[in-house]
Structure formats: structure tokens, C-alpha cells
């Protein structure tokens, strides 16, 4: 297993298309999260899965934006009828368990310009 | 809610120069603390983590000291590579089992050491 891996690493599309993105985390690990990076700024918390179920979602999270993870494993980011200010690196990070429950392991994120 | 303030950068230095970047912290709880690095087109990674008061992280020839008098957690190196170069980030997370692992960041650093 080499980490965390995450499809497209770049995306560009046109203000009102719709864009899927996919993150494949660490095998076994239970807890997923989605994180988006704006430039100079930190990641910023979106939402994040424990096997199947999605447990919070941030309200920067808003209706266009929605997220999957159907058997637990691979999760998907999808944002419908993009904006400009959806322009951001979009951070995928999985979590396992024990010792290590707190700490995780980001992959190299996907970044989405919106034209 | 958490919040966590860095040091306003960027921070320019010499090969072999004391580096300092500051971290504070406001936490509901008593969070884990970390800091994490981000190279140049590349993902987050996990630089050092304290897990309660006192402990010292420490990896690469970083240090940072859990300070709960002072909620801070400063990171440290002796002597800087030109290698070190790149955004560094001040994050903490919840430690209770619901929300392990949801991470609050600081804004980055931006370290660039000149030859």
C-alpha cells in the first residue's frame, strides 16, 4: 500500500459543469476525510466518513457540493454546477485505528480551476 | 470552537540559521497537536505530533513542545537545510473517539532558506 492516492490530481472546467473527483485512501482504514485548501490559507475541514457513513458535514459544504463513500473503501467529491470560487485544492486524508487514530495521512490532492 | 494562529510568514533564512515559527491554539478540549509540511506541489505529511501536555514531538531535527499553560506549540530546528523549504502547518485535532482525526490549521508558513 503507497498511501493515499487521489483522481484527477488537476481538473479544469467551465463555471456551471459538473466535476467528480475520487479518493482511494490507506486499505483498512475506517475513517475518511475531505479537506479544501485555498491559496494561503489551511486545509478547511468538508466532511468525512467512518466506513459507509458520512458522520459531519461542514457548513462550507453547501447543496451543490456532494460526497459518497459507498462501500467504505473509495470515497467521491462530487460539485455540481461549479463557480469560480470552487477554484481550491481538494485534500483527501484517511485515518486507521489504534495508536495512530489520531494521525492522518493526506493524499496529494486534486486541484480544480474554474474558468 | 478550535482555532489555530501561526506566525505570519514568509520567513526567509540562511543555510544553518534558528528557525522558530509560532503556533498558538484555542481548544474546547485538550487536542492533539501537530504540524505538518507541505513541499511544493505536493500533499500534506505529517512532520510532528504531541499527544498531551509536555510531550515533545520531534522528527527531521524539528521540535515542538506541547505547551498547555500557553496553548502553544512552537516549532524548532537547530540548523536549516535549503532543503527544509516549504509551507509548514500548525493543526490540532479533537481527541475524543467522535471526532479523532477532524483537523483545525493554521494558515502555513512559508519558510525559504537561501543557500
Known amino acids: 500500500d503507497t498511501g493515499v492516492s487521489q483522481n484527477p490530481r488537476h481538473k479544469i472546467t467551465k463555471r456551471g459543469q459538473n466535476v467528480t473527483f475520487r479518493c482511494d485512501p490507506i486499505?483498512?482504514?475506517?475513517?475518511l476525510y475531505w479537506y479544501r485548501q485555498t491559496l494561503g490559507q489551511g486545509p478547511e475541514f468538508l466532511t468525512y466518513?467512518?466506513?459507509?457513513?458520512?458522520?459531519?458535514k461542514s457548513r462550507l459544504l453547501s447543496d451543490r457540493f456532494s460526497a459518497e463513500r459507498p462501500k467504505g473503501s473509495f470515497s467521491t467529491l462530487e460539485i455540481q454546477r461549479t463557480e469560480q470560487g470552487d477554484s481550491a485544492m481538494y485534500l483527501c486524508?484517511?485515518?486507521?485505528?489504534?495508536?495512530?487514530?489520531?494521525?492522518?495521512?493526506f493524499g496529494p490532492g486534486t486541484r480544480l480551476t474554474v474558468l | 470552537g478550535n482555532s489555530v494562529t501561526q506566525m505570519e510568514g514568509p520567513v526567509t533564512l540562511s543555510e544553518e540559521a534558528f528557525l522558530t515559527i509560532n503556533c498558538t491554539y484555542t481548544?474546547?478540549?485538550?487536542?492533539?497537536l501537530f504540524w505538518y509540511v507541505q513541499y511544493p506541489g505536493e500533499g500534506l505529511q505529517l512532520l510532528l505530533k504531541?499527544?498531551?501536555?509536555?510531550d515533545k514531538g520531534s522528527n527531521k531535527g524539528f521540535e515542538a513542545t506541547y505547551r498547555k499553560e500557553t496553548t502553544s506549540f512552537h516549532l524548532e530546528k537547530g540548523s536549516v537545510q535549503v532543503s527544509d523549504s516549504a509551507v509548514y502547518f500548525c493543526?490540532?485535532?479533537?481527541?475524543?473517539?467522535?471526532?479523532?482525526?477532524?483537523?483545525?490549521f493554521g494558515d502555513g508558513t512559508t519558510l525559504t532558506v537561501k543557500p
Open positions: 486524508a484517511s485515518i486507521g485505528g489504534g495508536s495512530t487514530r489520531n494521525e492522518q495521512f
Open positions: 486499505s483498512e482504514h475506517n475513517r
Open positions: 466518513f467512518q466506513n459507509e457513513a458520512q458522520l459531519e
Open positions: 481548544a474546547t478540549g485538550y487536542p492533539s
Open positions: 504531541a499527544t498531551k501536555a509536555d
Open positions: 493543526a490540532l485535532s479533537d481527541r475524543g473517539d467522535t471526532n479523532a482525526g477532524k483537523s483545525t
